[in-house]
């Protein structure tokens, strides 16, 4: 139990166009969603915070025009990085959390590059 | 206010050696605890948590950590290093206080573990 899939799981885009990565909890409802990115050999870093139906909480320093979540459906959450820039390639994981849980099941990752 | 310092961010061992991976934590609330692990290109998987009953945990693949409240540690162990551990590692703390409430996970930095053999 408690699955959460990302698609896509790599995506390589020219700079200035949006890239979506979906966020899906497979097996149960997720009231809650975060997504984190992540540098390499680094920790990962909580860009924003969504519940079901409510606009995202956005970390200090990130920018929300940027970086598009919505989270319509209890297990479903997307993230739009728009007019994307070489800057913004990176490690995209989101994880997922039910009503009355304390744990966050995270999806594999979605690894974008800008060129 | 809480965080996470994890001593060591490289650890190597001999396969069929103990692995002791250290995590400090400082939460304002009761914490709850959580280490994960995270193979290359891949996400987080949860490798055991403690959410304020038994003090050791056990978890997947023969992990198990202990909490200790009056040393503010919660270090990872397994009695003998396999090839397939080698993997990041990290150590994690929630502010979580009930349902219905926001809370956040707080990362350590994380510590890469070599397996040699």
């Known amino acids: 139990g408690a699955v959460v899939s990302q698609h896509p799981s790599r995506v390589i885009c020219k700079s200035g166009t949006s890239v979506k990565i979906e966020c899906r909890s497979l097996?149960?409802?997720?009231?809650?969603m975060f997504w984190y990115r992540q540098f390499p050999k680094q920790s990962l870093m909580l860009m924003a915070t969504s519940n079901e139906g409510s606009k995202a909480t956005y970390e200090q320093g990130v920018e929300k025009d940027k970086f598009l979540i919505n989270h319509a459906s209890l297990t479903l959450s997307t993230l739009t990085v728009t007019s994307a820039h070489p800057e913004d390639s990176s490690f995209y994981i989101c994880?997922?959390?039910?009503?009355?849980?304390?744990?966050?099941?995270f999806g594999p990752g979605t690894r974008l590059l800008v060129l | 206010a809480q965080s996470v310092t994890q001593l060591g961010s490289h650890v190597s061992v001999s396969e069929g050696a103990l692995v002791l991976l250290r995590c400090n934590y400082s939460?304002?609330?009761?914490?709850?605890l959580f280490w994960y692990v995270q193979y290359p290109n891949q996400g987080l998987q949860l490798l055991l948590k403690?959410?304020?009953?038994?003090?050791l945990v056990k978890g997947i693949n023969g992990f198990e950590a202990e909490f200790k409240k009056s040393e503010t540690s919660f270090h990872l162990t397994k009695p003998s290093a396999h090839m397939s551990d080698a993997a990041e590692y990290f150590c994690a703390v929630s502010d979580y206080v009930g349902a219905g409430t926001a809370s956040k996970l707080t990362f350590g930095t994380g510590t890469r573990l070599q397996v040699t053999l």
């Open positions: 403690y959410t304020s009953a038994a003090t």
């Open positions: 994880s997922a959390r039910g009503a009355a849980q304390e744990t966050q099941y």
């Open positions: 939460s304002s609330v009761p914490p709850y």
């Open positions: 097996d149960f409802q997720a009231t809650t």
